[in-house]
């Protein structure tokens, strides 16, 4: 997979704007994907990822704002940018009649080089059914093969609409596994997706948006830490001076006994005050034990961004 190596991004999005009638469904939005690497798109139902994906694909015009991807103008050069991208094909796309194999043949044929479709219909776990017709295969056979067909051009980059969505967690795993594999080739990956665990393992950046607009960005670690509320938690014998360990610790960390002989540290958890909590238990000759650190997950930060769950 010929992925460009220069150092542009793959696709750079901004201030793009895109409205329905008086409903404005993109409002302003900035986006970069870097060569080589996944984007996760999150944001809550209505925020406004299928209309900027569509934009990428060149399928929705912008109303303002300018969308590149691989260096292309997504409308105007249309017909050479779909050569090199990989979309995922909802309900089986333009063939839902077709088998299985005969469709992702189909798909191969608008590409020089196609990976071989026997070779990854069997690596997608689809040999069994390569003759049942797309609407008869099931809703995790139909996803996979979406995504085989999405793939099959070696496109330089691929949009994956909830690729894991509906499928059981062995597919899952498989799939998560050739979405990594894709990047080790360097194809870039932009992802929407509802589920955090997935962003979480396999995004190199992550992107929340919300009315339209980036409520938040960075890689999943970044999200996770930044402003993070994280607690320490311990056990040790009732009734220790809390105050006494306050005194140990920066100014804006505050620790309390929540219950008998269970004890909060809330602050950024970091190595030196993790080494500050126990020196002082130390220091008083107390064995602090069940030590734990609990950071905030990347779903904690998209219900603080959002204030909605994920499928709202
Ligand atoms: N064709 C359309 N005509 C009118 N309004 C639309 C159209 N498509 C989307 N919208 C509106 O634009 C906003 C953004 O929709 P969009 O589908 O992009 O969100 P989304 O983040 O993909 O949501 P979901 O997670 O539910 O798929 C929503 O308020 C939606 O109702």
Known sequence: MNADRSGAPALRATGVVKRYGDRTAVDGLDLELETGTILALLGPNGAGKTTTVEMCEGFLAPDAGRVEVLGLDPVTDNDALRRRIGVMLQGGG?????????????????????????????AMGLTDCARTSFRRLSGGQQQRLSLACAIVGRPDLVFLD???????????????????????????????????????ELADQ????????????????????????????????????????????????????????????????????????????????VLATDLRVETRSLSDVFLDLTGRALRS
């Open 94 to 122: 333009a063939y839902p009649g077709a088998r299985a194999e005969e469709m992702l043949r189909l798909c191969a044929a608008y590409s020089a080089d196609p990976i071989d479709p026997a070779w990854l219909l069997d």
């Open 162 to 200: 909830e690729p894991t969505a509906g499928l059981d967690a062995h597919a899952r795993i498989m799939v998560w596994e050739l979405i990594d594999r894709l990047r080790d080739d360097g194809v870039s990956v932009l992802l929407t997706t509802h589920l955090m665990d997935e962003a979480e």
């Open 206 to 285: 992550v992107v929340i948006i919300d009315n339209g607009r980036v409520v938040a960005s960075g890689t999943p670690k970044d999200l996770t830490r930044r402003g993070a509320e994280n607690e320490l938690r311990f056990s040790a014998p009732r009734g220790l001076d809390m105050a006494m360990l306050g005194l140990a610790l920066p100014e804006e960390y505050r620790c309390c006994e929540t219950t008998p002989g269970a004890y909060l540290v809330r602050g950024p958890v970091t190595p030196q005050i993790l080494a500050t909590v126990t020196a002082w238990c130390a220091q008083i000759d």
